[in-house]
């Protein structure tokens, strides 16, 4: 039984009781951030990494069928996944957890391994809900840019992170959509400083053929492992996600503030989406060849881009990305933020065939604007 259900409430509340309520920013947040409001009800949506395709039909009806009993908590129906998710990842549930998506768990992580002595060492660009909670503790915000292949530079990281609580890896990453090795990751698990935690983050694992750190928390590293089905399995707005690590590293997440009980229209759709074998074969496969055309389009047409394994690529607009947006804005396409390091280039989201198209006919319009 996974430790962490409804009795575990009373053991960590004292805990709980003692920390102030933190809200992580999380993608949609920082696409809203830079997005205009309202947007047309037609709008093509390419600036969040949301998945066009939505649950899968298993999951559509988990939904509908658990409603009649929406007034219970149901939290039996939370150690259900968590067994599901166990038995097919060859994982003790005592090492899982489940959450509203992986934004809180991420905050929680840092909040609780970092401190001003403590740093958070990220990539750059990278995502940045980590780094604006590593601010709020008031630990030494470190940014390395990526490795000339666009992986993070693992070496330059632990270079750069003596004090680290946190190194924090996006893998694949967002923004760029691109590959850290495993064998890269072990060699940062294994070199870095005592008392510090490897924060792995596979929110688009799926997406890619890149192999899981999985086995790494099951050896008992000191990781911590995210996952969401926000991304493969379209389940942005239904809110279900995954902490994964020793049970010791685990609490001292949850103790953070991070014990709640979850949607049951979450965990039924969860459920449901992790028991459709074909789902993750077939998604990556329709994302594979949408984002290929994408590249091929952007190749014929003489656009830059870096090749990315995820829903999102990073395009070079030549010009300042903050002015491409509102261009493509205009034209009713929604494209995604700007990193300041790489202030030319634009986040573009892959959404289903019609919406690029789409964006290529307001792309070609916006770069004559
Ligand atoms: C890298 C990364 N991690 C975590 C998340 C969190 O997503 P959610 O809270 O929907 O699970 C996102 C969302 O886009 C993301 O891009």
Redesign the pocket.
Known sequence: MPRFSRRSFLHLSAAASAVAAFHGM???MLAAAARRRPHAKDAVLID??ENPLGPCQGARDAVSAIIPQGGRYSDNLTDDLVTTFAQQEGLNPEYIYCT?????P?SLSVLAFTSPQKSYVTADPC?E?GMNMAAIAGARVVKVPLAKNYAHDVKAMLAAGPDAGVFYI?NPN?PTGTLTSHSDIEYLVGNKPKDSIVLI?E??IHLSEAPSALDLVKAGKDVIL?R????VYGM?GL?C?FVIARPDLLEKVIARGGQNFMPTTAVAAAIASLKDSTLVPERRHINASIRQQTFQWLDRNGYSYIPSESNCFLLDTKRPGKEVRDAMAKENVLIGRVWPIMPTYVRITVGTQEEMERFQAAFQRAMKS
């Open positions: 999380s993608e949609p969040s990494n509203p998506g992986s934004t809180p991420l995502f809900t996006c967002n983050d929110a688009y995210l969401t089905f926000s991304k942005a809110r996600g």
